[in-house]
């Protein structure tokens, strides 16, 4: 652990928690504690409301600082909400942009984001059904064209969509349905006039015992999908539990998969960016 890196504030179990530079001084977290890094700074409240369950940090077209996204949660709310919340992180400070309103009415509080490598393009997602893309600008921060591939279900079953991932041309959108009765994976073909009639099912398994989970496209461009395996007893096992957990290697990119990589736990939202 980093000196002074216990008691932080916030949750690792969904798409909670983003972790980027800071854009005064990439190394400062490393310098302290001996070169071993410590914690600086810790639990700065920006928002003091209920947030949706996901997170994302997408770097500024100035190469330097970063813009956060966030959306409220309807939950306790009276109505549902197409809110979308930003900060502007550079090396003076974190500010608060002003909100956008765009895209469908979100429902839950169970949702995720994921970008383009480039960042131009961002998809929203939750367990209601949507799944949503916007344009995003990385100067001004505002996001445009909204398009639904899939408009959020009034009435359920409902797919429960997981998370989302773009290829590293930025042309298809992978997409984990987390079902009761099984698991799906999902590509979207995003450079087609009509989406939604490209919707292709890549890989699909019984569940239990096996349910999927986050996608995440690494720094070597690779995407990474991470499964929980679920005994008959019902109780989820994670990856500290070496003999219960399944690990099965693939990698897919583009209209073909050619490995999966598997784990555990949902993955963290770390640091891609490519176009840096």
């Known amino acids: 652990m980093l000196l002074d890196g216990d008691s932080i504030a916030g949750g690792g179990w ?49 190469g330097r600082d970063w813009w956060l996204m966030v959306r409220p949660s309807p939950v306790g709310q009276p109505t549902d909400n197409n809110t979308w919340l930003f900060f502007l992180i550079t090396p003076f400070g974190i500010t608060a942009a002003p909100p956008q309103n765009l895209g469908n009415l979100n429902g839950t509080n169970s949702g995720s984001f994921t970008s383009s490598p480039d960042g131009s393009r961002i998809s929203f ?60 994976l999902w590509q979207y073909d995003t450079w087609s006039p009509n989406i939604f009639c490209y919707k292709t099912l890549i890989w699909q398994t019984p569940g239990p015992p096996f349910t999927a989970g986050a996608l995440k496209r ?7 999908f991470s499964c929980a395996w679920v005994p008959p007893n019902g109780s989820n096992n994670y990856p500290y ?36």
């Open 125 to 184: 997602i939750n367990l209601g059904g949507t799944i949503e893309l916007f344009d995003f600008e990385r100067c001004t921060g505002i996001l445009s064209s909204p398009q639904t591939i899939e408009p959020p279900l009034q009435v359920g079953p409902y797919p429960y969509y997981w998370s989302s991932e773009f290829s590293t041309s930025g042309r298809y959108l992978y997409v984990s349905s987390l079902l009761q009765i099984n698991s799906k």
């Open 241 to 276: 539990d070496s003999n219960r957990v399944l690990y099965r290697k693939h990698e897919f990119e583009c209209n073909k998969l050619t490995g999966l990589s598997w784990s555990c736990l949902r993955l963290p939202t770390l640091e891609f960016s490519p176009w840096r």
């Open 218 to 224: 690494g720094p070597d461009n690779k995407i990474y």
């Open 14 to 62: 969904y798409q909670e928690m983003v972790i980027i530079p800071n854009p005064a001084d990439d190394s400062s977290f490393m310098k302290g504690d001996g070169g071993l890094g410590s914690v600086t700074q810790k639990n700065v409240q920006l928002l003091n409301f209920l947030m949706v369950d996901c997170i994302l940090a997408i770097k500024h077209g100035n």
